[in-house]
């Protein structure tokens, strides 16, 4: 399953690593790619191992807003 969320506050390089590390962490996550400019992230993801809920939570404890 491919979810797409909309993340604010992210402005760098660091920010997309931070996001991108944050969600590869998460068993069920098979790929995750980030785009900077429109802070949109878009994760592939296992919806039996992985609820979008967790995915939201990984990105916010890194210290950014997901918008629903």
Known sequence: MKTTLDVKGMTCGHC??????????????SGVEVDLATGKVE?????????????????????YDVVA
Do not use: H, I, P, W
């Not at 996001?19 to 996550?29: H, I, S």
């Not at 994760?43 to 979008?52: M, P, R």
């Open 16 to 29: 997309k690593m931070s996001v991108e590390g944050a969600l590869n962490e998460l068993v069920g996550v």
């Open 43 to 63: 994760v592939s993801y296992d919806e039996s191992k992985v609820t979008l809920e967790q995915l939201q939570e990984a990105v916010e404890d890194q210290g």
